[in-house]
């Protein structure tokens, strides 16, 4: 098993450090990526603070940000991250069509709004391309202005690295059912 949670009593003084400061930002509790990151305290402290700004600040809705965090996490088929923001999403007000759409890879674009059909688009394109060609930048530009089209960057760039960090360490899913197929 490559995940374990780091005891307390284990911690150096810079890991407590960064789960205090965790604990005492937005997420009031060190949610289980951080357990991993904890290895290496100072990465673990700036990608927290940019987490906590792409989760929580951003110039975009929070059913667009969640859009772009699942659409992320099925790219990667991130088990764990899933699981943690399909609910999050439900509560965003995105469509429940739309997330098990996305779910199960087929084409949600029929059920989506202007600015989610926008975030949609760049997403699938940035992950599947790499880029992000002319028309979908219009169009992304149109709908979330060019502030929001660099949060939607971050976001999508943020749950790349916590996709990739979940994967490797083989985070488990609690109950133990893994709700994405690869």
Same mark, same amino acid.
């Given at each position: 098993?490559?995940?374990?949670?780091?005891?307390?009593? +284990?911690?150096?003084?810079?890991?407590?450090?960064?789960? @205090?400061?965790?604990?005492?930002? /937005?997420?009031?509790?060190? !949610?289980?990526?951080?357990?991993?990151?904890?290895?290496? !305290?100072? #990465?673990?402290?700036?990608?927290? @603070?940019?987490?906590?700004?792409?989760?929580?600040?951003?110039?975009?809705? *929070?059913?667009?940000?969640? #859009?772009?965090?699942? $659409?992320? @996490?099925?790219?990667?088929?991130?088990?764990?991250?899933?699981?943690?923001?399909?609910?999050?999403?439900?509560?965003?007000?995105?469509?429940?069509?739309?997330?098990?759409?996305?779910?199960?890879?087929?084409?949600?674009? !029929?059920?989506?709004? *202007?600015?989610?059909? +926008?975030?949609?688009?760049?997403? /699938? +394109? #940035?992950?599947?391309?790499?880029?992000?060609?002319?028309?979908?930048?219009?169009?992304?530009? =149109?709908?979330?202005?060019?502030?929001? $089209?660099?949060?939607?960057?971050?976001?999508?760039?943020?749950?790349? =690295?916590?996709?990739?960090? =979940?994967?490797?360490?083989?985070?488990?899913? *609690?109950?133990?059912?893994? *709700? #994405?197929?690869?």
């Amino acid at each position: 098993m490559r995940y374990s949670e780091i005891p307390p009593e +284990a911690m150096t003084d810079a890991q407590r450090e960064v789960c @205090a400061a965790i604990t005492a930002g /937005k997420r009031g509790r060190v !949610p289980l990526p951080f357990q991993v990151l904890l290895k290496s !305290p100072t #990465l673990c402290a700036r990608a927290q @603070a940019l987490g906590e700004f792409v989760r929580y600040d951003t110039s975009l809705a *929070p059913r667009l940000s969640e #859009l772009a965090i699942l $659409v992320t @996490a099925r790219y990667w088929t991130a088990q764990y991250e899933w699981h943690a923001h399909d609910k999050i999403a439900r509560e965003s007000e995105l469509g429940p069509a739309i997330i098990d759409a996305v779910a199960a890879r087929r084409d949600p674009t !029929p059920l989506m709004r *202007p600015d989610e059909l +926008a975030v949609y688009a760049f997403a /699938k +394109a #940035l992950h599947e391309t790499h880029r992000v060609d002319d028309v979908i930048y219009a169009e992304a530009t =149109l709908r979330l202005g060019a502030q929001g $089209v660099v949060d939607l960057i971050g976001v999508l760039g943020y749950y790349t =690295l916590i996709s990739m960090t =979940l994967n490797t360490f083989e985070v488990p899913v *609690p109950g133990g059912t893994y *709700p #994405l197929t690869p």
